[in-house]
T-cell receptor, first 112, second 115 residues
């Protein structure tokens, strides 16, 4: 089975800090995604990447950036964390050909 | 662009009763449709998917869904629920072709099964 691993389950950061959320997949998938999940809003796409060093903005990219230096790793960066970025962050790897996603377990980020 | 509407934010039901979770979508192109489940403190797990072919799709844990193109719906059903089905369920849509597999999710439906 494909495994998607997010490095932290829970994080607490201070306002203004630079925050890195890491995601690693083990199946050589080209497409990877970062979503944030908020109650009543479902999952909203922040950024995705379809190849190494290639990225595209999703629906809510403001305040975020991403890095994909290696195929297996896709990092989400909060340049200057704010309290409205407190959320659950989910990483996913796309299995291809309509196969859907494999999700990581999520990182619950609290910005204080 | 696609959009997904899950018509119920919360669905309470008694154990062994049937349940239907409703999902409507809009899209100008043909789509792939998915249902995911999220158990507390976990990531999302694929329940079932519709890509093409038979409009009745069977998934894991006894769930099934029916694709209705004319009504642009993809409702999820289970004939008899268990306590362990308590979770949040997400409907999602993806356009085919060069969409890179981007999924658009609905707002989620919290299913609570009572004994």
């Amino acid at each position: 089975d494909v495994k998607v691993t997010q490095s932290s389950r829970y994080l607490v950061k201070r306002t203004g800090e630079k925050v890195f959320l890491e995601c690693v997949q083990d199946m050589d998938h080209e497409n990877m995604f970062w979503y944030r999940q908020d109650p009543g809003l479902g999952l909203r796409l922040i950024y995705f990447s379809y190849d190494v060093k290639m990225k595209e903005k999703g629906d809510i990219p403001e305040g975020y950036s991403v890095s994909r230096e290696k195929k297996e790793r896709f990092s989400l960066i909060l340049e200057s964390a704010s309290t409205n970025q407190t959320s659950m962050y989910l990483c996913a790897s796309y299995t291809g050909a309509g196969g859907g996603y494999t999700f990581g377990s999520g990182t619950r980020l609290t910005v204080v | 662009a696609q959009s997904v509407t899950q018509l119920d934010s919360q669905v309470p039901v008694f154990e062994e009763a049937p349940v239907e979770l409703r999902c409507n979508y809009s899209s100008s192109v043909s789509v792939y449709l998915f249902w995911y489940v999220q158990y507390p403190n976990q990531g999302l797990q694929l329940l079932l998917k519709y890509l093409s072919g038979s409009t009745l799709v069977k998934g894991i844990n006894g769930f099934e869904a029916e694709f209705n193109k004319s009504q642009t719906s993809f409702h999820l059903r289970k004939p008899s629920v268990h306590i362990s089905d308590t979770a949040e369920y997400f409907c999602a849509v993806s356009a085919g072709g060069t969409s890179y597999g981007k999924l658009t999710f609905g707002q989620g439906t919290i299913l609570t099964v009572h004994p």
